[in-house]
């Protein structure tokens, strides 16, 4: 399982989430299925964007836990 957090990130930085989708590019509302956990995929592209303003790694805002099934 994948855990995103985005939104310790966010509040790290003091930053609103309007405030790093129109930094980014993306809309507020793709942002927010991502802060939430409920996409499937994310490209590159925006992850590196989001490294880039957030100024952290991608660890930071991913991490992977196994499932216990």
Known sequence: MIIIHLDRI???RKMKLNDLAARVGISNVNL????TGK???I???TLDAICRVLKCQP??????IEDED
């Not at 660890?59 to 992977?64: C, H, R, V």
């Open 59 to 64: 660890g930071d805002i991913l991490e992977y």
């Open 32 to 35: 927010s299925y991502l802060k």
């Open 39 to 41: 996409v499937k995929a």
């Open 43 to 45: 490209r590159f592209s």
């Open 10 to 12: 966010l509040a790290d």
